[in-house]
T-cell receptor, first 112, second 112 residues
Framework: QKEVEQNSGPLSVPEGAIASLNCTYS??????FFWYRQYSGKSPELIMS????GDKEDGRFTAQLNKASQYVSLLIRDSQPSDSATYLC????????????FGTGTKLQVIP | DAGITQSPRYKITETGRQVTLMCHQT?????MFWYRQDLGHGLRLIYY???????DKGEVPDGYVVSRSKTENFPLTLESATRSQTSVYFC???????????FGDGTRLSIL
């Protein structure tokens, strides 16, 4: 089992729709969770951090965390073509040092 | 401007050569990281550093050497480059273990 799993996609949604990106993780002791956006040929860019169960909203983005079920999700409302990118889930695993493990990413395509 | 810069952006070299990738951050972050990103593998941690003169191995350290004599710099050296080290390399930094990492623009390294 991979430590952080994401569906590689591509996930295609029409412009204006809600895009839902999911991520599961294996370490029940994980405490910090991050979503990054990566455009092709560019570096990862932080979108959201979430640390406690529930929802966290920032503009069109909502991160949802459920530690009991070991998943974290990212919702993008009113999706725009400019949201087309690969979205990386990152989890700070428990342990003696900072070990942030990245998923392989979900490619999102927003169709105009 | 504050941030994290990597150099060079692109590098082509031959097998057996030594090559050093540079990383410089102006945030005074304690933690710095080196990742490589390859298709199908996502971001994989090579080495990380918790402070000046403190470094440790990540997931894929073989063939790489790091040093951190100053807080702001974290060079990565390939002592004898191999074709399997052709990749995109990202440097990142963060303020503390539970804070998100911020990435440089990356170095695209090709080894012929």
């Amino acid at each position: 089992q991979k430590e952080v799993e994401q569906n590689s996609g591509p996930l295609s949604v029409p412009e204006g729709a809600i895009a839902s990106l999911n991520c599961t993780y294996s370490d029940r002791g994980s405490q910090s969770f991050f979503w990054y956006r990566q455009y092709s040929g560019k570096s990862p860019e932080l979108i959201m951090s979430i640390y406690s169960n529930g929802d966290k909203e920032d503009g069109r983005f909502t991160a949802q965390l459920n530690k009991a079920s070991q998943y974290v999700s990212l919702l993008i409302r009113d999706s725009q073509p400019s949201d087309s990118a690969t979205y990386l889930c990152a989890v700070n695993m428990s342990g003696g040092y900072q070990k942030v493990t990245f998923g392989t990413g979900t490619k999102l395509q927003v169709i105009p | 401007d504050a941030g994290i810069t990597q150099s060079p952006r692109y590098k082509i070299t031959e097998t057996g050569r030594q090559v050093t990738l540079m990383c410089h951050q102006t945030w005074s972050h304690s933690y710095m990281f080196w990742y490589r990103q390859d298709l199908g593998h996502g971001l994989r941690l090579i080495y990380y550093s918790a402070a000046a003169d403190i470094t440790d191995k990540g997931e894929v350290p073989d063939g790489y050497v790091v040093s951190r004599s100053k807080t702001e710099n974290f060079p990565l050296t390939l002592e004898s480059a191999t074709r399997s080290q052709t990749s995109v390399y990202f440097c990142a930094s963060s303020d503390s273990p539970n804070q998100p990492q911020h990435f440089g623009d990356g170095t695209r390294l090709s080894i012929l």
